[in-house]
């Protein structure tokens, strides 16, 4: 069994959608996102329900404590399946809410969330910069931003879903030291979120390189990723179309794991799979429905980094109550 890391959460949350159609507020500028209108809006609609609830159903099955949310899609939160945007936690009870870049997404942010986290988890603190989106600033959360909680370095790509000014605040009041760079596709166009072209785990990175046009700076990602003792595997543009970035480390009852989709896991080369399960087993999810949005499981899933009350429950839904 691995030992036991901050970098991979034993809880997380995540959201089940009722409604889910890709968002066309965020077309222009996720590159990732695919139509569905050949698919018909009810079928897409209850394929994502059965994704989610399945994909929820194997991290419980491995270990990973889920708190799953219902939503209804009564407020037209047509991208709510992806928690970790608007809101993220730390050690020592820190909560963060985002500012978050298209107006629909902005009422995906929820009480009964942060309800549940002060219930069952001790949170000292909530700091909210939603109210940032007035002034155009922007942090869309561990989208924007991939965390190593580690060495707190917050590696983040440019784009219009992340500001510098927003993430300078962010890092002095979380204790993070910003990485920086910009990104450009074969089209030129900005990486929307850094996480789909970064994992970090605890032993191991994935980058997709390639993306991270300036040479100084691939080389100063790479230095310092390898510089914390980690194995680092460099995705090509392919693998990144396919999600392989999109990966999250979480903690089960067997140890740490590696949760993917299962797009994202065939991607992968032979040789790229047995050096990542050196470290973790991949746990691969079906989730192509979902990633018709542009994102993929670790865009579905917000991680706890909180100390849990004694006598905390396991799993809960948005309409349970979790005693503290």
């Known amino acids: 069994m691995s030992i036991p890391s901050f970098q991979a959460p034993g809880a997380v949350v995540m959201i089940r959608p009722h409604r889910f159609h890709p968002n066309p507020e965020t077309a222009h500028d996720n590159s990732f996102q695919s139509s569905a209108d050949h698919h018909g809006t009810a079928g897409v609609a209850a394929a994502a329900h059965a994704e989610v609830s399945a994909a929820a159903a194997r991290l419980q099955a491995a270990g990973v404590r889920v708190h799953l949310f219902e939503d209804d899609g009564g407020r037209d939160t047509p991208d709510s399946v992806f928690p970790?945007?608007?809101?993220?936690?730390?050690?020592?009870?820190?909560?963060?809410?985002?500012?978050?870049?298209?107006?629909?997404?902005?009422r995906e942010r929820r009480s009964d969330v942060i309800d549940l986290l002060k219930a069952g988890y001790r949170v000292q603190d909530v700091i909210d910069y939603s109210g940032l989106e007035h002034d155009g600033l922007f942090l869309e959360g561990t989208g924007a931003m991939v965390l190593d909680h580690i060495e707190r370095v917050a590696y983040t790509a440019l784009s219009r879903r992340a500001s510098e000014v927003m993430l300078e605040r962010f890092c002095t009041h979380f204790n993070f030291e910003p990485l920086v760079f910009r990104t450009a596709d074969d089209d030129g166009r900005p990486t929307y979120h850094t996480n789909v072209m970064m994992c970090i785990g605890?032993?191991?990175?994935?980058?997709?390189?390639?993306?991270?046009?300036?040479?100084?700076?691939?080389?100063?990602?790479?230095?310092?990723?390898?510089?914390?003792?980690?194995?680092?595997?460099?995705?090509?543009?392919?693998?990144?179309?396919?999600?392989?970035?999109?990966?999250?480390?979480?903690?089960?009852?067997?140890?740490?794991?590696?949760?993917?989709?299962?797009?994202?896991?065939?991607?992968?080369?032979?040789?790229?799979?047995?050096?990542?399960?050196?470290?973790?087993?991949?746990?691969?999810?079906?989730?192509?429905?979902?990633?018709?949005?542009?994102?993929?499981?670790?865009?579905?899933?917000?991680?706890?980094?909180?100390?849990?009350?004694?006598?905390?429950?396991?799993g809960v839904t948005s309409a349970q109550a979790c005693p503290a």
């Not at 605890?202 to 980058?207: I, S």
């Not at 100063?220 to 480390?249: K, P």
């Open 84 to 106: 970790n945007n608007w809101f993220s936690t730390h050690g020592g009870g820190h909560v963060a809410l985002y500012p978050m870049y298209s107006a629909n997404r902005r």
């Open 202 to 314: 605890t032993e191991f990175a994935m980058v997709g390189f390639d993306l991270i046009p300036d040479a100084a700076r691939r080389a100063e990602v790479r230095r310092r990723l390898e510089g914390s003792g980690r194995t680092v595997i460099a995705l090509d543009n392919r693998q990144i179309a396919c999600f392989a970035g999109n990966a999250m480390e979480l903690t089960g009852s067997q140890g740490r794991l590696l949760a993917l989709s299962s797009r994202a896991a065939a991607s992968l080369t032979p040789a790229q799979t047995s050096v990542i399960e050196q470290f973790v087993p991949l746990l691969p999810l079906a989730v192509p429905t979902i990633e018709l949005a542009g994102g993929s499981v670790r865009c579905m899933l917000a991680g706890i980094h909180l100390a849990r009350r004694d006598g905390a429950c396991n």
